[in-house]
């Protein structure tokens, strides 16, 4: 397996900058994996393809305002910083710009609030250990703005703070959305429920490893980042009850694959919670997981090698050139793929 083996030709104009006028009005790709058959949907046609007893796994993070613009308080100077996650003693891991200026001992302040970050430490990857002397989530509120993905070439637009987040978006904590859910709306819910259809959260906060370019040829030698997960009683209880009925495991995107494989024992599935650097790429055994919902995906990245992992290299390669030809929509606020 070579990193070259995951690569195709996509042209720029196909990559999505902003979402569609309505969310259920993203195109839908549908792979049948039993008869190598490729059909093309709108998004809102997905419960045509959903059986009573199903049950499908979302992931219920919730996109911080995690992008804050200061300046440096010596000198002036401007700097960018993403947030990644708090930690234990109370500093936040964060990103910066520019990076070789920043060193510890560096204040941040932030124009129109009395809040300062210092740096305490410089990580080994470039990440910078940051303690702030105020309160981080109201500067996020009131300062802080949507991280969107280095693709989408334009800056920050109202319609991003809503549409970059799932309806059913509860728990923030991540710095890019679980795309593949930026498709259901709510009434789009309503019909799973009336359709006999089990819906079962899990929690994985998405850090900035999602867009972390695969740099070995031997992908197998690339190492992810960790990312925090959750699995409660409830969700397996939802999910062993569709089992039992004999409905399907049905994945919205990739980040519920890697907490429901992560989370799959020899017994079955069990709640918990921690970090995994689950890395999933051909040859897997997906044992929790029957169907997938998931977006089009970077050339050479591991997004894609875990749904050609599901769904095999071929096929899936194949599904991109079609996608390309009919001019689909890619990447983030791209159209969506069900491969079933």
Known sequence: MKLSDFDYELPPSLIAQRPTDQRDGSRLMVLDRSTRQI??????DLLEFLRTDDCIVVNETRVRRARLFGHRRETGGAVEVLL?????????????????????????????VPVVARVEE????????????????????????????????????????????????????????????????????????????????????????????VESDDPTRHRM????????TEAVGAIQDAGRAGGRTIAVGT????????????????????WTDIFIYPPFEFRAVDALITNFHLPRST???????????????????TAVEEEYRFYSYGDAMLIL
């Open 39 to 44: 059909s093309h949907h709108l998004f809102r």
């Open 122 to 213: 410089v990580f080994p990857d470039g990440h910078r250990r940051l303690r702030f002397d105020g309160d981080v989530e109201a500067l996020m509120e009131s300062r802080g703005h949507v991280p969107l993905p280095p693709y989408i070439d334009r800056s920050e637009e109202a319609q991003d703070a809503d549409r970059y987040q799932t309806v059913y978006a509860r728990r923030p904590g991540a710095v890019a959305a679980p795309t593949a859910g930026l498709h259901f709306t709510e009434a789009m819910f309503e019909g799973v429920v009336r359709q006999g259809v089990g819906v079962a959260r899990v929690l994985l906060h998405v850090g900035p490893g999602t867009f972390r370019p």
């Open 84 to 112: 990644v996650r708090p930690l234990e003693d109370g500093t936040w891991e964060g990103m910066v710009r520019p990076g070789r200026r920043l060193r510890e001992g560096v204040e941040i302040v932030f124009e129109g």
């Open 303 to 321: 997004l894609l090698m875990l749904v050609s992992a599901f769904a095999g290299r071929e096929f899936v390669l194949e599904a991109y050139e």
């Open 225 to 232: 980042h960790s990312e925090y997960y959750e699995m409660d």
């Open 255 to 274: 980040t519920t694959v890697r907490v429901l494989e992560t989370v799959r024992g020899e017994e079955g599935l069990a709640p918990g919670s921690g």
